[in-house]
């Protein structure tokens, strides 16, 4: 199991108080990747319930590519190799992150970690968060593993800083 970190428990305190599993771990980097955490939130909002509730990817390795995106990721899809490189540099990270996810869980797929086997009722309409709803779901607990797989590959891998909201933030990881 992997050891939980202070991203991995802020991204379980989101869990906790109602945002889905893709917010909660992009949620807990705003402060890291440079943008209003209001803005993280919403615009990690699809990709939740493994992308929009379809059970396809876990969003909680979406929400995590979400901040790799803004720390690893290539600014233009130029013919340029250099900038080619950082495609390729970003889709090298996203690998390693999901392998270690891969590692931890067994799969990737939301509905392989939850159990599901047939499309639930409506799969647009999100559950209830209720007591039982947090008691029989691991996704708090996943949230809280995948931020800190993401921490600790942050640490140990130098980010490129790309500007955000007008300068180039570095903050503080843990």
């Given at each position: 199991m992997t050891e939980i970190t202070g991203r991995g428990r802020r991204a379980k305190e989101l869990f906790l108080s109602g945002y889905n599993c893709a917010q909660s771990v992009a949620g807990a980097y705003a402060d890291v990747i440079g943008l209003p955490e209001?803005?993280?939130?919403?615009?990690?909002?699809?990709?939740g319930g493994?992308?929009?509730r379809m059970r396809e990817v876990c969003?909680?390795?979406?929400?995590?590519?979400?901040v790799v995106a803004?720390?690893?990721?290539?600014?233009d899809p130029s013919t340029d190799e250099e900038k080619r490189d950082g495609k390729a540099r970003v889709?090298?990270?996203v690998q390693d992150i999901a392998s270690s996810f891969r590692?931890?869980?067994?799969?990737?797929?939301c509905r392989e970690l939850l159990g599901i086997r047939e499309a639930e009722t409506d799969p647009l309409r999100p559950s209830e968060r209720t007591s039982e709803y947090y008691r029989k779901r691991p996704c708090g607990d996943i949230c809280a593993e995948t931020a800190s797989i993401l921490e600790r590959y942050i640490a140990?891998?130098?980010p490129v800083r790309h500007p955000a909201n007008g300068a180039d933030r570095?903050?503080?990881?843990?």
């Open positions: 209001t803005l993280v939130l919403r615009l990690s909002q699809p990709f493994g992308m929009g969003g909680t390795l979406s929400g995590a590519l979400f803004q720390l690893y990721g290539g600014e889709y090298a990270v590692a931890e869980h067994g799969t990737i797929i140990s891998h130098q570095q903050t503080e990881i843990s």
